[in-house]
Nanobody
């Protein structure tokens, strides 16, 4: 069974950077899509970014394009989310998730993902 453990969250000021990590264990070839979602208390979980292990296809939500970068390290079985120019509206609990090979029409849907991490809090102050 796939297990995901996020780390790297914290409290920063607007304009600062953070790098989130998601350590993956038990991954099989069927766990091809890795994604980051975020959730604010009382709101639905929101797609942030995704990457496919097999072909490095990447996608971002519009609000983070140009500021966030998703990447993966095969040797370390880890997926990263580099977040630059952080804004207060980026404040949320960030989750990583894994699922099968997903197409662009599927990657934003939480139901398409099989496994989730426990989340890491990111707080951006003004």
């Amino acid at each position: 069974q796939v297990q995901l453990v996020e780390s790297g969250g914290g409290l920063v000021q607007a304009g600062d950077s953070l790098r989130l990590s998601c350590a993956v264990s038990g991954r099989t070839s069927s766990s091809d899509t890795m994604a980051w979602f975020r959730q604010v208390l009382g709101k639905e979980r929101e797609f942030v970014a995704a990457i496919r292990w097999s072909d490095l296809r990447i996608a971002y939500v519009n609000s983070v394009k140009g500021r966030f970068t998703i990447s993966r390290d095969n040797a370390k079985n880890t997926v990263y989310l580099q977040m630059n120019s952080l804004k207060p509206e980026d404040t949320a609990v960030y989750y990583c998730a894994t699922g099968p090979r997903l197409e662009i029409t599927q990657i934003t849907l939480t139901d398409e993902y099989d496994s989730w991490g426990q989340g890491t809090q990111v707080t951006v102050s003004t």
